[in-house]
């Protein structure tokens, strides 16, 4: 674990493939060199400078956008994406960082999942001392998520299912199974009601992560109608998932070179892009915007559709915050409206 030194962020002016993204609606803007193959993305936004004194690379009172990317060779590398500055490289993994994940609550803590069946708790303001290590997977762990209100942790590997531990007490609460292939990737919705798992069964599955209830499956489904039968993993295996910040949303990166844009309450996507060898996607904290990283050793970014949420919505994301499943179960309301409120009205 340590410091290093700046490297140098690239901007891409394709004009070609910017405006082919466009035409799309969505358009690549910046590029980072990371070196390796990235694996995992996690954005965070750090204090304004005056506040502290670890990084002078970001404007006076500004707060600082930090990208964390996980690396092939084991390191986690921590950028500031508006200068492309290295903040950090954390070191401690034996293999691949497969995914990373911040602490929503503004705390400087990083979780990462490893190939080397382990989860890994970094605390960066600290100097990215490394203060916990999870272990208890028997295959690789390809993805952990925090839940927005810090609650849970869920991990996924290749055991054809999801763990949800406590963040409290790093024990665990459940076992999610329902794929029928190694899960890849997860999520957890803004107000931590929802929790969606990817696999390479090309399917996401939609959990209440309180009751463990599967509420949605979303099937992707090639564009193109010639498959390769003979391979062991399908052209639409997935890599990744992620909510956007309305909870509105979904962004998936799949095997078929698509990145595509799903609707929370549709079974097929509102839109896509091409890409290739996408490994993993992450959306900006505020919208907007996307991040996908590559076997290239890059990371791009994307424009990604905006909404205005409705007031039915906001009130839901609102009470959701911070009460539980079985707390709004509990509520003497009428029955449709805690199916509304526990996201069983699709």
Same mark, same amino acid.
């Given at each position: 674990m340590g410091l290093e030194g700046s490297c140098k962020a690239s901007e891409r002016k394709s004009r070609g493939g910017k405006a082919e993204?466009?035409?799309?609606?969505?358009?690549?803007?910046?590029?980072?060199?990371?070196?390796?193959? $990235? /694996?995992?993305?996690?954005?965070?936004?750090?204090?304004?400078?005056?506040?502290?004194?670890?990084?002078?690379?970001?404007? $006076?009172?500004?707060?600082?956008?930090?990208?964390?990317?996980?690396?092939?060779?084991?390191?986690?590398?921590?950028?500031?994406?508006?200068?492309?500055?290295?903040?950090?490289?954390?070191?401690g993994h034996q293999d691949v960082v497969r995914d990373l994940s911040f602490a929503p609550n503004g705390s400087p803590i990083l979780v990462?999942?490893?190939?080397?069946?382990? !989860?890994?708790? /970094?605390?960066?303001?600290?100097?990215?001392?490394?203060?916990q290590v999870l272990s208890g997977h028997v295959q690789w762990v390809y993805c952990c998520s925090i839940s927005p209100d810090c609650s849970m942790l869920c991990s996924c590997s290749g055991e054809k299912s999801a763990l949800l531990w406590s963040m409290r007490s790093y024990t665990l609460i459940r076992r999610l199974e329902g794929h029928q292939s190694s899960v890849v990737s997860c999520d957890?919705?803004?107000?931590? *009601?929802?929790?969606?798992?990817?696999?390479?069964? *090309?399917?996401?599955?939609? /959990?209440?992560?309180?009751?463990g209830e599967q509420l949605?499956? !979303?099937?992707?489904?090639? !564009? %193109?109608?010639?498959?390769?039968?003979?391979?062991?993993? %399908?052209?639409?295996?997935?890599? @990744?998932?992620?909510? @956007?910040?309305?909870? !509105?949303?979904?962004?998936?990166v799949a095997d078929d070179r698509l990145l595509r844009i799903w609707a929370l309450e549709l079974r097929s996507p509102v839109a896509f892009a091409p890409m290739t060898n996408g490994l993993c996607c992450i959306y900006f904290p505020h919208g907007g915007f996307i991040a996908t990283g590559t076997r290239d050793g890059h990371v791009q970014f994307w424009t990604a559709p905006r909404v205005l949420s409705s007031?039915? %919505?906001?009130?839901?994301?609102?009470?959701?915050?911070?009460?539980?499943?079985y707390q709004v179960l509990a509520l003497p309301i009428p029955r449709k409206l805690k199916e509304f409120l526990t996201y069983r009205t699709f």
């Open positions: 993204a466009r035409s799309r609606g969505v358009a690549k803007e910046k590029t980072l060199e990371c070196g390796q193959i $990235v /694996w995992g993305l996690a954005f965070s936004t750090w204090p304004a400078a005056e506040e502290r004194e670890t990084d002078p690379t970001c404007p $006076v009172g500004l707060p600082c956008l930090v990208l964390a990317t996980g690396l092939n060779d084991g390191q986690i590398k921590v950028w500031e994406v508006q200068t492309g500055h290295l903040l950090f490289s954390l070191l990462s999942a490893s190939r080397d069946k382990t !989860l890994r708790v /970094w605390d960066l303001s600290r100097d990215g001392r490394q203060v957890f919705s803004p107000d931590s *009601a929802l929790l969606v798992t990817a696999s390479y069964d *090309a399917c996401v599955i939609m /959990w209440d992560p309180y009751t949605r499956t !979303l099937r992707h489904v090639p !564009l %193109h109608s010639t498959l390769d039968y003979s391979s062991e993993i %399908h052209t639409s295996s997935l890599r @990744s998932v992620c909510f @956007s910040p309305e909870g !509105l949303y979904l962004a998936t007031l039915k %919505h906001l009130c839901r994301k609102a009470l959701r915050t911070f009460l539980t499943t």
